[in-house]
C-alpha cells in the first residue's frame, strides 16, 4: 500500500508518508496539478504530497491550497495548518486544526555530509558520532529543514538561527532538541526508514 506510515500524533495532528509507485494517472483521479510542473518526477511528488494531505483529512479542501512569496504553501484563514515535503519516491505531509507544523522527509546520498559545515556550528559538529557522521548530517539537516518550514517566513539563517542542542533516542527513533534563534525551544522527532528520515515539529500557534 502506497501510504506506508501514518500516526495521529493527537486528537487534531496527523502525520503520514506516501511511497510514491504510481502513474500520474492514478493521482489525477483524485487530485489536479495546481501549477506547472515540466519534470515528471516533481509533478508525480507534488500530487502524493496533495493526495496525502486528503489520506490525513479526507475533509482536507486541497483545491483551496494557496503559495506565499516564500513558497510555503497555504490555507486562508488557516482551517488546517500543514507542511508538505518530498525526497526520492517518498512524500510526507503533516496536517493539524490546531497546531503550528513542519516537516521533512531527507534521503542519506552523503550530501549533507559534505556540505555540513554550512548549516552545522563547531557545538553542533561535536554532536556527530564517528560511526554515523553522513546518517547524522543528513538527521540534522532534516531538522533544520523542518524548523525552517514550522518558521514558514523565510530569512533564516541555517547555520544561525537554529542550533542543535541535544539528541534523545537511538538510530530508529527519537526528539533532537533544539533552540530557533536563541530563545525559543523547540522539539523536533526523527524516524528513520529505508535510509531516509522523516522529522517534524508542533508548537502552539
Known amino acids: ?3 506506508v506510515y501514518q500516526q495521529n500524533i493527537n486528537e487534531v495532528t496527523r502525520i503520514g508518508v506516501w511511497h510514491i509507485a504510481e502513474p ?3 493521482f489525477l483521479q483524485s ?5 506547472s510542473i515540466t519534470h515528471w518526477h516533481k509533478r508525480l511528488q507534488h500530487l ?4 496525502l494531505l486528503q489520506e490525513l483529512y479526507p475533509d482536507f479542501p486541497v483545491a483551496l491550497i494557496q503559495v506565499a512569496d516564500t513558497r510555503k504553501p497555504f490555507l486562508a484563514n488557516e482551517p488546517f495548518h500543514f507542511s ?4 526520492g519516491d517518498y512524500a510526507a505531509a503533516i496536517v493539524s486544526r490546531e497546531y503550528r507544523v513542519g516537516v521533512d522527509v531527507e534521503l542519506d546520498t552523503g550530501k549533507a555530509a559534505r556540505l555540513m559545515q554550512k548549516f552545522l556550528d563547531d557545538e553542533e559538529m561535536f554532536l556527530l558520532p564517528r560511526g554515523a557522521i553522513s546518517e547524522t548530517a543528513t538527521l540534522f539537516w532534516s531538522v533544520k529543514e523542518t524548523i525552517f518550514k514550522w518558521y514558514s ?4 539563517d541555517f547555520r544561525a538561527d537554529m542550533q542543535i542542542c541535544a539528541v534523545e533516542g537511538d538510530r ?4 533532537v532538541h533544539c533552540s530557533f534563534r536563541q530563545r525559543e525551544p523547540l522539539a523536533v522527532h526523527y524516524i528513520h526508514f529505508n535510509n531516509n528520515y522523516l522529522t517534524w515539529v ?3 500557534v
Not at 31 to 35: C, E, G, K, N, T
Not at 153 to 156: E, P, V
Request: charged share 15%.
Open 1 to 3: 500500500m502506497p501510504l
Open 24 to 26: 500520474e494517472d492514478f
Open 31 to 35: 487530485v489536479s496539478l495546481q501549477r
Open 48 to 51: 502524493a504530497g496533495r493526495l
Open 84 to 87: 508538505i515535503s518530498h525526497c
Open 153 to 156: 517566513l523565510g530569512g533564516i
Open 172 to 175: 530508529e527513533q527519537g526528539v
Open 202 to 204: 508542533l508548537t502552539s
